[in-house]
């Protein structure tokens, strides 16, 4: 009887690891048929949530509830960091040749009193929701740093600022050890910043010097800002080309034509009326850019479908996803890459789909946990990728590498607990893990599509009806 029931129990205990598998599984791949519910849905897009912005929206995962938000009433009342006295390297030998069609998205906008007097963006306010009941069940108030950031990770550089040189060189060190060709900066115009930050215009000299000194390229990611419009666009890719055009770390990417352009990623693209960007992309606009010195490739943010026919009309160049989410939106589901590329292919678009090594953003929304995506030890990451080299994109962007409220960061990351908070880590592997599958599917990107781009034509002047 006392074997029948340890056989039993053996059984009974596979079965439940077998079900637990399967809902990780699940969790990774949600589709974008999935519903997301009241909390934060498609509702919290600027467009349909009656135009309110969140800046960088989603500045913004259930998480990893597996060690951080079960864990923290019963820890011990010591601190514990594992910090490297310098930041971690993914390898010791030479990395493969940058891959110039891997973006990786990334943001200047951290502060600390050493370098900027205060902390900025690490003490990241929590985010109310739009429903009065739901925020009351939260805390209110902002993170307190260094040891209370807004983030579920910890960053192996600790909280650091974005001005300080040291730390602009290893971020560089690091994309270059992933093989990543093109940092996009998040930008705003001088004197404008986002909510919670101040200007970073004036970092913009240092971030090129730096890059250039490990042959990596900058391009612009323009967020959104109060009444940003076609006039205002106009002047700030005046503005850009005209101060930085003409460094070395400076991107242009060269089209099937032979003309070497910049490029401008447009975030929140969809909030201005097609009309308004016709005014600024299309030759006989009243603020067009073609054909001047200014001509350049704007690629659009694509959230819901029906924003593809906006995109054409605008007189955009291309397309990309951002979200680091599977199944968030329409155009950040694996599962429509293929179609939306087919709809790119058919009128000459670039489609520039976006991978993330995961997703939690509950540090600044606490009520957003069922958004969040289990990074998995690097499944999701892998699985994103694959998703995207089957599409046969023009390049590939990284979502992201230094966004840290998003849990989206690619950048080394730390384990490290207090009294009260439990972080999130990549072990057992290295806090170098994603930048090492970067660079292991950079160089697998970098083959494929030599392959395939030849004879394959990204841009033409076939009319837009």
Avoid at 37 to 58: A, M, N, S
Avoid at 102 to 115: A, I
Avoid at 169 to 191: C, F, N, R
Avoid at 418 to 433: A, E, G, Q
Wanted: with cysteine; glycine share 4%.
């Amino acid at each position: 009887m006392a074997k029948f029931r340890r056989r039993t129990c053996f059984i009974l205990s596979l079965f439940i690891l077998f079900i637990f598998s399967l809902m990780m599984g699940l969790k990774m791949l949600r589709p974008n048929k999935a519903a997301f519910g009241d909390p934060f849905g498609l509702d919290l897009l600027p467009e349909i949530r009656q135009q309110t912005h969140l800046t960088k929206v989603f500045d913004s995962q259930k998480s990893d509830k597996i060690s951080s938000e079960t864990n923290i009433k019963n820890l011990k009342s010591e601190e514990i960091t594992v910090k490297a006295s310098v930041a971690s390297e993914p390898h010791p030998e030479e990395p493969p040749p940058l891959n110039y069609y891997l973006h990786v998205f990334y943001y200047s906008w951290y502060g600390n009193p050493q370098f900027d007097g205060k902390y900025i963006h690490w003490n990241h306010p929590v985010l109310s929701h739009w429903d009065p009941q739901i925020t009351k069940k939260y805390p209110k108030g902002k993170h307190n740093p260094p040891d209370d950031i807004g983030s579920r990770f910890y960053p192996e550089l600790g909280s650091y600022s974005s001005r300080d040189p040291s730390v602009i060189e290893t971020h560089m060190k690091q994309m270059y050890s992933a093989s990543i060709g093109v940092l996009a900066l998040s930008w705003y115009p001088p004197d404008l910043n986002d909510e919670n930050g101040e200007p970073t215009d004036n970092l913009v000299p240092t971030i090129l010097d730096k890059a250039h000194k490990y042959n990596l390229k900058v391009t612009f990611h323009i967020e959104p800002y109060k009444n940003r419009d076609d006039k205002t666009m106009y002047q700030n890719v005046k503005y850009i080309i005209d101060k930085y055009g003409n460094h070395p770390a400076f991107y242009r990417y060269k089209t099937k034509n032979g003309n070497a352009l910049p490029m401008f990623y447009v975030y929140d693209s969809y909030i201005t009326a097609s009309q308004k960007w016709a005014n600024l992309l299309t030759s006989s606009g009243s603020q067009s850019i073609r054909n001047s010195p200014y001509d350049a490739l704007f690629i659009a943010l694509l959230v819901d479908k029906k924003h593809r026919y906006r995109i054409l009309r605008g007189g955009f160049d291309g397309i990309y996803t951002y979200f680091a989410t599977n199944g968030f939106t329409y155009g950040s589901s694996y599962e429509n890459w293929a179609k939306i590329k087919y709809f790119c292919d058919q009128f000459d678009l670039m489609f520039i789909p976006s991978v993330g090594p995961g997703y939690i953003d509950t540090s600044i929304r606490p009520w957003n946990s069922h958004n969040t995506r289990n990074r998995i030890n690097g499944k999701y990451y892998e699985t994103a990728l694959s998703a995207a080299l089957q599409a046969h994109p023009s390049i590939i962007s990284i979502t992201s590498f230094n966004e840290w409220h998003e849990g989206t960061q690619i950048e080394s990351a730390v384990p490290k607990r207090t009294s009260n908070i439990v972080y999130l880590d990549y072990r057992p592997h290295k806090p170098s893990l994603y930048l090492e599958l970067t660079r292991k599917w950079s160089e697998k990107y970098r083959k494929e599509r030599a392959i395939y781009a030849l004879g394959h034509q990204e841009l033409s002047t076939q009319p837009v009806s």
